[in-house]
T-cell receptor, first 114, second 116 residues
């Protein structure tokens, strides 16, 4: 069965500092990996996705993520955080072997200090 | 494109009442998903449809929950009778047909349900 673990429930970061959110997955085939962001009271918005090819993927809002197959990880990064990045971030895994369903991690809530 | 549309955005009801949540997927998307989000359980997949046909409803909590997709542009999630533990945010998402290169799902804004 597929699963996603986001080890950090909360992260606090100062504005302008770098951010890294961890994501580890378990999947029996080639995974499709996603990061979504949810602002308070909003739905989930896709930040970036990985299907194949270059293991470093660029997304919207200055985010990037790196797929490391050997570590079963897909960590999200941003070099300089803005106050508007305060939100909850979800990692998800899916693929054709999963019947096109996505499995989401528990989420990491990011708080940005001024 | 207006994106995935959900209604109502907020619903407050009393225990025992019937609740119907509605979703309009993005035009051309043939897969539709219903999720429930709570603090305790996070984001859970309840049911999903391909081409209006329910494919996997293993996430539906119990018989009080039912979902339909009568056509490609509309789906409902019904709870009857509702209970306080059903209070949550319910999301609808849609995506391109299976077999497309991408599994990306597009989410609606959600319906916040409160059962008193």
């Amino acid at each position: 069965a597929q699963s996603v673990t986001q080890p950090d429930i909360h992260i606090t970061v100062s504005e302008g500092a770098s951010l890294e959110l961890r994501c580890n997955y378990s999947y029996g085939a080639t995974p499709y990996l996603f990061w979504y962001v949810q602002s308070p009271g909003q739905g989930l918005q896709l930040l970036l996705k990985y299907f194949s090819g270059d293991t470093l993927v660029q997304g919207i809002k200055g985010f990037e993520a790196e797929f490391k197959r050997s570590q079963s990880s897909f960590n999200l990064r941003k070099p300089s955080v803005h106050w508007s990045d305060a939100a909850e971030y979800f990692c998800a895994v899916g693929g054709s072997a999963a019947g096109n369903k996505l499995t989401f991690g528990g989420g990491t809530r990011v708080l940005v200090k001024p | 494109d207006a994106g995935v549309i959900q209604s109502p955005r907020h619903e407050v009801t009393e225990m025992g009442q019937e609740v119907t949540l509605r979703c309009k997927p993005i035009s051309g998307h043939n897969s539709l998903f219903w999720y429930r989000q709570t603090m305790m359980r996070g984001l859970e997949l309840l049911i999903y449809f391909n081409n209006n046909v329910p494919i996997d409803d293993s996430g539906m909590p119990e018989d009080r929950f039912s979902a339909k997709m009568p056509n490609a542009s509309f789906s409902t999630l019904k709870i009857q009778p509702s209970e306080p533990r059903d209070s949550a945010v319910y999301f609808c998402a849609s995506r391109l047909p299976p077999g497309s290169s991408y599994n990306e799902q597009f989410f609606g804004p959600g319906t916040r349900l409160t059962v008193l």
